[in-house]
């Protein structure tokens, strides 16, 4: 059996930073806040910062060991904990509440990263391994605490990071459609003719055109940047990469059959005018440059593909169109075009034309207590709902701050109240699904109305506004914890919003 001796010195000469400490002190703090009703650490600590301060003056060191000493530059013992204040210093708050409500909790053995200093000043990030020893669980006054540096760890990830995300957001924000795509095994295609003995390629494709097919779907689309996104139509890259056979299609067979007549040749940078379409259907003229990686021109595994729209003038008035008739938030139709087929339906129907006012409830507390950030984020889950929920012929548009319609043509007070409901289930779906996310309970009011032909849809507007109030008002009734600050600053019932 090891004597206390070879414990002693195991402490004393183990290669990594130890702390025998005492926390008992700290135990006492603790129970003397429970005696006092506190439940939640965290928040308690958050509402005063000296309570972070009280809980660390509690922690007593007993012992450190010599690669301690060592670690942060101090002659002896005596002269750590006398400068202690130049070890634990700056912003810890955070690593420090994380470890004081592991205690709170029970967990007596537990780690963590932060981050200390040595008595010249230099930063040490430090992953920290904290255990209450056997037979002190109910005292706490043997706590040993392993600190590991990890600063030049720590400090590779960070330039690493960094060098990432430089290279991601150059993708990424790139104005220009980037593809990285896999050709191995279009190489492998190339490779097996060639090793049959076909020189002829050019003659081969066309005696051959499903060759030429079969190389397209063997290419793997490995990424693609936003300006992808934006040029193809696509409202993600599941859907670019689904939509594939609508973007690379008809004139597109002829051209990628010029491009393996390239790259049969050895040339392995290519640039080429190219006709692609949109998911939308609608004709891209391409700008194409085509590169094999100089480290893979023996495999063909990455390829860097790069498209220009040719068109940018057209796409640039397009775009330009969409965000006058857009609200960016939301991402649904804004007051400009609401107003716009408004005063279309009410020339030419096509009738009955249903309408559905629609207000946020509680926007403005949120915006008040958490920032706007909080309140814009309510508003694009308010965009995703509607967007999901509203399908053509109708139109959901936001026409003020929390305030959102939705134009129904040709669509009767059934058609209307099939609307609401599946507005309602998807607002619940959205709730279930950010529930875990921010805890914010997105909720609403709606009112609506129907037009028929001949009547005035103005005053449908006016009559779809005074339902919502009416629901409005309902659902304050039976929250009737809701914030009055919010009700006040709800327009009165009966005040046009349109």
């Known amino acids: 059996m090891p004597s206390d ?9 183990a290669p990594m930073s130890l702390w025998l400490e005492d926390y008992s002190g700290l135990l006492r703090l603790f129970d003397s806040w429970r005696a006092t009703g506190v439940t939640d650490l965290v928040a308690h600590l958050k509402a005063d910062p000296q309570r972070v301060r009280d809980c660390m003056a509690q922690l007593q060191v007993v012992s450190v060991n010599r690669s301690t000493l060592s670690l942060f530059g101090a002659r002896d013992q005596a002269d750590l904990l006398a400068r202690l204040d130049s070890v634990f210093r700056d912003d810890m708050a955070a690593p420090v509440i994380y470890e004081l409500d592991q205690l709170w909790r029970g967990n007596l053995c537990f780690d963590n990263r932060s981050f ?5 000043g230099r930063r040490l990030d430090v992953h920290v391994r904290v255990r209450v020893l056997p037979g002190h669980e109910h005292s706490w006054d043997r706590v040993l605490v392993s600190l590991e ?3 030049a760890r720590v400090q590779a990830e960070r330039l690493r990071d960094e060098s990432e995300r430089y290279a991601r957001e150059l993708f990424e924000r790139s104005p220009v459609s980037l593809w990285v795509e896999d050709f191995s095994a279009v190489k492998a295609l190339l490779d097996d003719i060639r090793a049959r003995g076909i020189t002829d390629f050019a003659t081969f494709i066309k005696v051959h055109p499903e060759f030429v097919t079969r190389c397209m779907k063997e290419i793997r689309v490995i990424d693609v940047n936003r300006e992808t996104l934006r040029m193809f139509g696509a409202p993600d890259k599941a859907a670019l990469l689904e939509g594939l056979p609508e973007i690379f299609r008809d004139e597109m067979h002829d051209s990628f059959a010029d491009q393996l007549q390239d790259l049969w040749n050895g040339r392995m940078q290519q640039q080429r005018e190219v006709i692609n379409y949109a998911l939308t259907g609608d004709l891209v003229n391409i700008h194409m440059q085509f590169a094999v ?3 893979r021109l023996d495999t063909w595994d990455l390829v860097l593909v790069s498209l220009i729209d040719i068109t940018a003038r057209k796409k640039a008035e397009a775009y330009l169109e969409y965000l006058g008739k857009h609200d960016v938030l939301t991402q649904l139709h804004n007051r400009t075009f609401f107003t716009e087929e408004l005063n279309r339906l009410s020339r030419k129907g096509p009738w009955p034309v249903s309408v559905l006012a629609i207000d946020m409830n509680g926007l403005k507390p949120v915006n008040d207590e958490e920032g706007h950030a909080a309140g814009d984020a309510l508003l694009r889950r308010m965009g995703e709902v509607l967007g999901k929920a509203v399908d053509e012929p109708g139109w959901p548009a936001r026409i003020g701050g929390d305030e959102f319609a939705v134009l129904l043509p040709k669509t009767d007070e ?8 599946r507005i309602m289930s998807m607002l619940e779906l959205n709730n279930q699904f950010y529930a875990g996310q921010t805890g914010r309970v997105l909720s609403i009011s709606i009112g ?4 028929e032909a ?3 849809l103005d005053a449908t507007l006016q009559r779809a506004d005074r339902a919502m109030y009416e629901d409005k008002a309902r659902y304050y009734r039976e929250n009737p914890d809701a914030s009055r600050r919010q009700i006040e600053a709800d327009a009165a019932p009966g005040v046009s919003r349109y």
């Open 149 to 151: 540096d990890i600063t």
């Open 5 to 13: 001796n070879d414990f002693e010195s195991m402490f004393e000469f």
């Open 454 to 456: 001949g009547d005035s």
């Open 116 to 120: 200390n200093y040595t008595l010249d």
């Open 293 to 295: 990686l100089d480290d």
């Open 448 to 451: 609506m109305a129907t037009c």
């Open 414 to 421: 059934r058609g209307a109240e099939a609307m609401r409901e």
